[in-house]
């Protein structure tokens, strides 16, 4: 089983910046380590979806964000580390969520195709 453990996050103003960090430990049920596992990020507000945030290939090497946070936010992985990390900048009020880390071995955007979460980490923004 993968567990995943979010850090990082809290509050921060308007065009701020702050950074998230999941740490991953574990195999996926098919016996996969986590370097071949894909990672992501995803937000939820109450009362609203859980929304794609952005997402990382097991190697790295491929990237996918979110029209909202392209040109803001970066995905990075370390595979000796196991560890996957959201900087976020210039940060708005409508990034104001609970972040939540996922794996899968499926590289994928969407959140129903993700087996392993996180218990998230609240990212607040202030106007």
């Known amino acids: 089983q993968v567990q995943l453990v979010e850090s990082g996050g809290g509050l921060a103003q308007a065009g701020g910046s702050l950074r998230l960090s999941c740490a991953a430990d574990?195999?996926?049920?098919?016996?996969?380590?986590?370097?071949?596992?894909?990672m992501g990020w995803f937000r939820q507000d109450p009362g609203k979806e859980r929304e794609f945030v952005a997402a990382i290939s097991n190697s790295g090497g491929s990237t996918w964000y979110s029209d909202s946070v392209k040109g803001r936010f970066t995905i990075s992985r370390d595979n000796t580390k196991n560890t996957m990390t959201l900087q976020m900048n210039n940060l708005k009020p409508e990034d104001t969520a609970d972040y939540y880390c996922a794996a899968d071995p499926q590289e994928s955007v969407f959140r129903n195709t993700y087996n392993y979460w996180g218990q998230g980490a609240r990212v607040t923004v202030s106007s």
């Open positions: 574990g195999r996926s049920s098919d016996g996969r380590t986590l370097i071949w596992l894909t």
